[in-house]
């Protein structure tokens, strides 16, 4: 009984299987950056909240916290977390539109000022 030896691997790396490997890299970086892109925005817009609690809750969902986390560690009910967080989106999103139209108008005005100039 003789060493018996394993037929050699012929060809390339299978197509499909590099293929595979390829795109699921790229659609969890492509998604990973979108993510990023998305905490980015909402960390920019932190200074824009007003109250102690729709900060910590904010911070706490950030950090991946749930709603029954969050309000278990603030001895509050999770009616009351959803309703800080409805604040927080609520602030966010009338704040940033109020500086973004309030910038666009200024800069509409001055350029007609110019314009009369």
Do not use: C
Request: no cysteine; proline share 3%.
């Amino acid at each position: 009984m003789g060493l018996r030896l394993l037929p050699k691997a012929s060809g390339w790396t299978s197509e499909p299987v590099f293929i595979e490997v390829q795109r699921s890299v790229y659609s969890s970086n492509k998604r990973i950056s979108e993510y990023e892109f998305k905490v980015e925005e909402v960390q920019q817009r932190i200074p824009l909240i007003l109250g102690e609690r729709e900060i910590e809750v904010l911070h706490r969902l950030i950090y991946g916290n749930s709603m029954r986390a969050i309000g278990k560690h603030m001895k509050l009910s999770s009616t009351m977390i959803f309703r800080a967080r409805k604040n927080v989106l609520n602030q966010m999103i009338k704040k940033w539109k109020a500086t973004f139209f309030s910038r666009d108008l200024i800069s509409s005005i001055t350029v007609q000022v110019i314009r009369k100039r």
